[in-house]
């Protein structure tokens, strides 16, 4: 905004104006902004499939443990409180944009660990299915993983914010041109201060929904509420 204000004050003062057709730099600002909107939206709504994926093979697998009356009350215990730790170290994962894997994969090998510890009470059957739904936990959580890890392309977001900086400087000088020298000077000021903050607002809004999980956008994924115990 300083910018903007920067730009009229120095047009008007050395009185410098003259006429560029916009379209241009709607093609260049507005276009790949917009797009790059659509796309963390799009990113966003993804991540809410796979963290549904995620709760729902999780429980499934609590169901399947607890269900099973072979299976002694240690081993349900011992189980649940695995499970309940993957659920809360992906949370955790996810909600600080952590990058290493390790700490949550050590805790998904125990479910594993445990199946071929309890090779004996938990039947083949029961087995058979187990893999299957940690199968959707893996494709779930590594999903969610990519999405945390690979944004929106880091190039694309510069080029729009170095043309978001640079476009006062272009803008200033038109606007003046076509207001006219008969209108006072507050409305170019407006204009050109009402344009960039509609500019930087969707940068901002495309900023947020681009980490979705850090809770501290408006539109941000309550993380919680995909969580083994909602709260």
Known sequence: MLISIASVFFAFYFEINYYIDLTLLSIAIIFPLVFTIRGSFRRREKAL??????????????????????????KKVEIDEVLNKISEKTIEHLKHNGESMQDLDDYINKIYQFLLDNNDTVGKSLREKMFRFMNDLHEAIDNLNAINVHRTPISLKAYCKVFIYIFPLIYAPTIINNVGPNHSEFITYMVVL??????????????????????????????????????
């Open 49 to 74: 499939e796979h963290l549904s994926q995620f709760r729902s093979a999780l429980k499934t697998l609590q169901y399947f443990v607890m269900s099973n009356p072979t299976i002694t009350e240690d």
């Open 194 to 231: 009402l344009t960039e903050f509609i500019l930087i607002s969707l940068y901002n809004i495309q900023d947020h929904l681009e980490y979705p999980f850090d809770d501290k956008g408006l539109d941000d994924i309550k993380l919680e509420t995909f969580g083994i115990k909602r709260k």
